[in-house]
């Protein structure tokens, strides 16, 4: 079966995030091409800042990757929170300014951002902004008072902030989400300085499980009808995606790779291009 390479470069990318290294030989095998050309992949993956090559294989580019959120929420739905942060990735990679919110599928979502100097991040997530340190977008801390247990900036000087700056688009994760309630989370705090990045943002991107779908958080966020786009896994309940594909939101369906299907025309990027996407439904 013929892989693409850019599913080649995904497929890459997952076994790094889950093995924390590859080896070259066994992946062509697997893949069913040359070493050679594993080893272009890896070159163009180390060339954008996601991996540091090694003898015979790659590290992850940020081995701190497993630091991220290392708590028990970030072992849950670990393989579905990848795809989501890959794809949506893939729908904001043409934007200059972006807020990036807290969570841990946000913090995959960060993982394959790719490196481009021209693009400024603003985030209140102090492992986000550890891994994009390394790269080369510009990141903005919002900074304030530290929440131990995410590790994410709160309080009135990071909501401060937020007011300082305006995005092209706003990619938040979600304690819950559900048509009736919009997107809400667990703590007041949190829940206030992702509202501020929704409410000064053109565009807002949702990365949520579909375990976080038709459940509410006790602290409201904001409304469904301000989703614009919401990226979540195949397990998202059908009736809860249809009310908020009514409230206004595309709602895009991160699938693996091997398992993808060519939509049936152009989806549009956030910057008005178009651009290939999984199965995706307005």
Same mark, same amino acid.
């Given at each position: 079966?013929?892989?693409?390479?850019?599913?080649?470069?995904?497929?890459?990318?997952?076994?790094?995030?889950?093995?924390?290294?590859?080896?070259?030989?066994?992946?062509?095998?697997?893949?069913?091409?040359?070493?050679?050309?594993?080893?272009?992949?890896?070159?163009?993956?180390?060339?954008?800042?996601?991996?540091?090559?090694?003898?015979?294989?790659?590290?992850?580019?940020?081995?701190?990757?497993?630091?991220?959120?290392?708590?028990?929420?970030?072992?849950?739905?670990?393989?579905?929170?990848?795809?989501?942060?890959?794809?949506?990735?893939?729908?904001?990679?043409?934007?200059?300014?972006?807020?990036?919110?807290?969570?841990?599928?946000?913090?995959?979502?960060?993982?394959?951002?790719?490196?481009?100097?021209?693009?400024?991040?603003?985030?209140?997530?102090?492992?986000?902004?550890?891994?994009?340190?390394?790269?080369?977008?510009?990141?903005?801390?919002?900074?304030?008072?530290?929440?131990?247990?995410?590790?994410?900036?709160?309080?009135?000087?990071?909501?401060?902030?937020?007011?300082?700056?305006?995005?092209?688009?706003?990619?938040?994760?979600?304690?819950?989400?559900?048509?009736?309630?919009?997107?809400?989370?667990?703590? %007041?705090?949190?829940?206030?300085?992702?509202?501020?990045?929704?409410?000064?943002?053109?565009?807002?991107?949702?990365?949520?499980?579909?375990?976080?779908?038709?459940?509410?958080?006790?602290?409201?966020?904001?409304?469904?009808?301000?989703? %614009?786009?919401?990226?979540?896994?195949?397990?998202?309940?059908?009736?809860?995606?249809?009310?908020?594909?009514?409230?206004?939101?595309?709602?895009?369906?991160?699938?693996?790779?091997?398992?993808?299907?060519?939509?049936?025309?152009?989806?549009?990027?956030?910057?008005?291009?178009?651009?290939?996407?999984?199965?995706?439904?307005?």
């Amino acid at each position: 079966m013929l892989v693409l390479p850019v599913d080649r470069r995904h497929r890459i990318l997952e076994r790094v995030s889950e093995q924390q290294s590859i080896h070259i030989g066994e992946l062509a095998q697997e893949l069913g091409v040359s070493e050679m050309t594993i080893r272009r992949d890896v070159a163009r993956l180390e060339r954008d800042g996601f991996l540091r090559r090694t003898y015979g294989g790659a590290t992850a580019h940020v081995t701190r990757s497993l630091e991220l959120a290392f708590n028990a929420r970030a072992l849950q739905h670990a393989a579905s929170k990848r795809l989501i942060g890959m794809t949506a990735a893939e729908l904001v990679r043409d934007v200059s300014t972006m807020f990036v919110g807290i969570g841990t599928t946000t913090e995959q979502f960060a993982q394959f951002l790719p490196a481009r100097q021209e693009l400024t991040v603003i985030t209140g997530s102090i492992p986000i902004a550890s891994l994009l340190g390394t790269r080369s977008p510009r990141v903005v801390v919002l900074g304030g008072s530290v929440r131990r247990d995410e590790l994410s900036c709160i309080g009135p000087v990071a909501a401060a902030t937020v007011r300082r700056y305006h995005a092209d688009v706003a990619v938040l994760g979600a304690a819950g989400l559900s048509a009736r309630h919009g997107v809400s989370e667990l703590n %007041d705090e949190e829940a206030e300085v992702q509202r501020l990045m929704a409410e000064h943002s053109d565009s807002l991107v949702v990365v949520a499980d579909s375990t976080k779908l038709g459940f509410t958080a006790p602290v409201r966020v904001t409304d469904a009808d301000r989703i %614009d786009t919401l990226v979540t896994d195949e397990g998202a309940p059908p009736e809860e995606v249809e009310r908020l594909k009514a409230a206004g939101a595309r709602v895009v369906i991160a699938s693996r790779p091997s398992t993808r299907q060519a939509p049936a025309g152009p989806v549009a990027r956030l910057d008005g291009r178009a651009a290939s996407s999984d199965r995706s439904t307005r």
